[in-house]
């Protein structure tokens, strides 16, 4: 089964796209802080990560510059999650290798399961 790391400080929205993915097949778990997040990564080794950018501890930012760091981790495909969609920050993302990204106040949750089965596949 494909795990898929949900990273997301709001509980509203990380339960949301966990029940989604779930009922997908995917075996989602969810991360409310970036440290959270990069031990997850470390010990679970998800297939791919959904990405928050604002979080407590550790920003979506500083979770992808870790991962960059690992070469088993930097392999991980993430589709960032911002709450702005501005362009400096989709550039930004780009730059560290993130493929896709979701802007929180323009996504529906079948958009979430279509970017996720085109970097991974079907669960």
Partial sequence: MKKVLVVEDEQLIADLLQRKLRGAGYYAFVAGDG??????????????VLLDIVLPRLNGFEVLAEMRKDEELQKIPVIIISNSGQQAEIE???EVGVRDWLVKTEFDPKEVLEKVQKQIGPA
């Fill in 35 to 48: 440290e959270a997040a990069l031990q997850q990564i470390r010990d679970e080794r998800p297939d791919i």
């Fill in 92 to 94: 930004k993302a780009k």
